[in-house]
Each structure stands twice: as structure tokens, then as C-alpha cells.
């Protein structure tokens, strides 16, 4: 994509990442894509505020090249020292004497130590400002909205927000990058809930103090480093993340997320009966086959339903191993306050249901109910299931 200007003497200058697999090695986003936003400020002073992965670096250094010369960048603006946004440090230090690198008091050290540069670093304090000019640069700490060194810069002149991490989202820009040009604004509220739920969901309680903190600014764009730009709508993402963040502690909406995994088939025969149940009480099912889908997809449903359904056959004494791993993740990642359901079938002497209550115990999972089953299916079993299904179906409809 060539630079974009984005307001008077603002432009995009970021990249498409169409080539990796996994983001943080860990999520699939090699359907998606993801962007990795950056922007120049080009005023009396020139300023870089975040940067990109060390790909595309000479697409990245292009869009620099066309707008400015090298040796005029004063100052490179670095939110967050996560290498997603700063792989390109090392070359743009080399080729950019002038510049002096703007971060927050701990980035100081992550700057040297992920790039071993010590000079020509400053630090800026909670509402500290630095004027390019005719515009103003303010700062604003956000502890852990991702890591602890995060902050986020404000130009006030413009009301441009550059929130770093804060309101992105996976899914690469197609040639649109404001939410008003955007065809399939689905697809971005979809990405950016999946990459709230496997990146930032952890520090939710941040996410609504950070949010707070910046409640009294005027925003004419939200400028994520990651997704679309919001133009049309700057509150819109703002506000969804603010719904997100509050699951943390109402463990989401009345909603049924129901993750089955299966060896042989007889919990699975089980996952329709209690699914055709929960059907019956007249509410929502998001049904999930754990061996199929990447935890990345079933975590955001798991984050936004209240209601959990887990089914699993006990193996080697304890839970499906797939199964507990996503619950792994689960507490990993702070999915707390649900209500659930386990079911599963067992050889012998069990040990699944068992391992299931363990791992979900530390995230405050009320049980409403569980039925481990011995061997195959049979009518009574899958009656019972059924029952099962649509009780705790009438329970959630009923929160
Ligand atoms: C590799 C493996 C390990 C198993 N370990 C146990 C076990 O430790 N205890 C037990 O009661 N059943 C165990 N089983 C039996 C299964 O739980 C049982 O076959 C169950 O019906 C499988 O459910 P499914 O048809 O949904 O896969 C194991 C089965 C397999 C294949
Ligand atoms: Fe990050
Ligand atoms: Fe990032």
C-alpha cells in the first residue's frame, strides 16, 4: 500500500503482513493478515510514532523516503517496545542521526536491551507534551494496555490518538484503512474482538483505566497500530473495548459457548443431545470442535458467553488433552466468572469431569451440573443429556 495522509501532515506509513503464520507465535492470523500501523507527523519537527516488524522493510522505509529525508526525523515516538512495532528500529536508527527516540521511563531500558541503544533516548512522563510546530505531541502512560512500558500519544492539535495496541485488531487493511471506507465491517469487529481476547483480555482492569484516563479527550481519529483507523465512529472501538474489558468481571452476555472434543464419538453423540436441549430452552449456542479449531477462535466465545459448556472423555486419567489445554489457556488468559456444564464419557474409572473441575476452579466457574458417562451412549443417557442441555439452556436465558 503506498503512505496515506490521514489529516493535514499525518500520513500512514505502516505495513500489510500477509506472510506470518502465527502472531506472537501463538495465534493464527495466516487468513487474516494483520497491519502493523505507523504514522508520520511531518510540522516544523518530524516525528515517527510507532513503528513496524521487521519485515517489509523496504516497502516500510519507502513510505519514509517519499515523505521526508532520513536526517530530518527528530524524534521517533515508541508507545510500546513490543518488536511488532519496533523491529525497524535498528535500521532507522542507523539512517536517522538526528532522531532522538521518545519513550516512557521503563521503555528506556527494554530500548536497550532489545536493541542495545543508550543515546539519544528520551524520556517523557505521564502528560508530558513535546510541540513539532504548529502541532503538539502529549503522552499518556498506559501500564500494561500491552506491556508495562505502554503509552499512548495524543496530538492535540489534530485530536489524533495513536493507541498503539489499544483498539487494534488482526485482519490486514484491503485497500480501505478508515472504518468508513470499510466493505465488511464484520470482519474487523470479529478480528479485533479475537485479538482483544487472546492479547489484551489478561489486562482488562488496564484497558477500563486507560479508558477512563482518556474519557475527556476530544477524538477526531483513534489511529490503532494495528486495523482500521476510526474516522466516522473514533468512540465506536473505544466502546466495544470497554464492553469487552467489563466480561472480566460479569463473565459476558447471556450466551451459551459449547467446546466438545471426542476420540471415539460417544461424547460427541452426547454434544447433540445437550445442544439439541440447550436449543430447546430457547437461547444461543456457539458450538466448538476442540480438535479442529485453534484456541485463538474459541477463546473470544468462551470471553463473551456467560454461559460454558465443556465436553470431554477422560484419557489417561484425566482430561482430553486438547480440552485442557484450551481450559489451560482459559485461566491464562482470565476467563472467570461463567457458569458451566461438563459431560463426558469415560473406560473405566474416570477422570475427566475431575481434572475439568481443578482447572476451571481458580476462575470462579460456578458449576450448575456435570454427568460423566461410563462406556457408550444409550437412549436414558442421551435423554439425560438432553434435559441437561435444556436446564442449563433455561439458566442462562434466565441470568
Ligand atoms: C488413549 C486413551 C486413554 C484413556 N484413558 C482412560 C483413563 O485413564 N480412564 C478411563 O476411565 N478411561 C480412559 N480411556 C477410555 C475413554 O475415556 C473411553 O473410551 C471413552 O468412551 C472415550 O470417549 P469418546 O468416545 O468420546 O472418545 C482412554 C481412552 C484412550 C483412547
Ligand atoms: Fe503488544
Ligand atoms: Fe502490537
Known sequence: MPFIEIKPGIYWVGVNDHTTDLFEGLWPIDEE????NSYLIKDEKVALVDLAKSLKVDEFLSHIGELVDFSHIDYIILNHLEPDHT???????KLSPQATIVCSPLA????????????????????????LGEKTLKFFSTPMVHWPETMMTYEVNSQVLFSCDAFGGYGSLQGAIFDDECSDFDFYKRESLRYYVNIVAKFSPMVIKAIDKLS???LNLVAPSHGLIWRKNPSLIINLYRQWASYAETGGEKGIALVYGSMYGNTETMMDAIARGVAESGIG??????????????????????????????YETGLFPLMAHLLDLAVRKGIKNKKTLYFGSYGWSGGGRREWEKLVSPLNWEIVNSVEFKGGFNS??????????????KVIKNL
Not at 87 to 93: A, D, K, Q, R, S
Not at 111 to 127: A, L, Q, T
Not at 286 to 308: A, C, H, M, Q
Request: zero cysteines; proline letters at 4%.
Open 33 to 36: 493478515g494483520v497491519s502493523y
Open 108 to 131: 528506556r531500558e527494554m530500548v536497550s536491551s532489545f536493541y542495545g541503544i543508550k543515546e539519544r533516548v528520551r524520556v517523557v512522563g505521564d502528560g508530558e507534551e513535546i510541540s
Open 380 to 393: 436414558e443417557i442421551l435423554t439425560q443429556g438432553r434435559d441437561l442441555g435444556r436446564e442449563f439452556g
Open 87 to 93: 523491529g525497524v528500529l535498528n535500521i532507522l536508527w
Open 216 to 218: 475527556s479527550l476530544a
Open 285 to 314: 449456542v456457539e458450538i466448538f470442535d476442540v480438535r479442529r479449531t485453534n484456541p485463538s477462535y474459541i477463546l473470544p466465545s468462551l470471553w463473551v458467553n456467560k454461559g460454558v459448556i465443556i465436553g470431554a472423555p477422560t
